[in-house]
């Protein structure tokens, strides 16, 4: 009998999970917690790590999973990481939703990079206007560049004090094309670092960038050990056993 495990936090996750429940599976939705007020999910969800691999092995024993979707973030490593060991260590069934990555087009300024680090490095050293689109778990090692003026984008408020300033907006994606070629004008943005998360959700401000002939930093995502790994929830479906169901 099928009992599924979704690795979640991202849209497409929650399709994912919208789909499994009108299919009937038994499933549970689990967030990393990291997102203060998550969106409601048509499963039974749980919120906040595992422990690590020990715990996600002994959580999937506990639970009867006989199948886990990690369909977390692409730049979720450590998380993917884990789930890649607990499963080996249970022998539980593993399945990776992950999105394609964005490829460079004609007219785009990309500079790829490796890290995060390697970001900081780019970026001038005379002052400019910088949207940071990476996620508030990894500005930091920004504050060696103080002299940018910095706009972040969060889906809550900050609790704690950023290390450095920054004009902080609050708001959660998708976003739109004309909304973010708005946004960049407005604040005369002059550079963009983001990571290569693939998508249709966060893509507009690169399509913008492109329109408005902005350099981009661009972070490749992490290298994983090798796993199966799909783009689309029709083909989790059919791993699981089950036709998708989408808009049913």
Known sequence: MTRALILGGTADASLLAADIARAGVDAVYSYGGRTRAPADQPLPTRIGGFGGVSGLADYIRSEGITHVIDATHPFAAEMSRNAIEACAETGTLLIALERAPWTKAAGDKWIEVADVSAAVAVLPAAPADVF?????QHIAPFASKPQHAYTLR?????QAP????ADVIVSRGPFTLDGELEMLRVRGIGWIVARNSGGDGARAKIDAARMLGLPVIMISRPALPERKRVESVAEVMQWLGHSARLGA
Not at 154 to 158: E, N, Q
Not at 162 to 165: G, I, T, V
């Open 154 to 158: 969060f889906v809550d408020p900050p």
């Open 132 to 136: 940071l689109a990476i996620g508030r």
């Open 162 to 165: 950023l290390p450095f300033a």
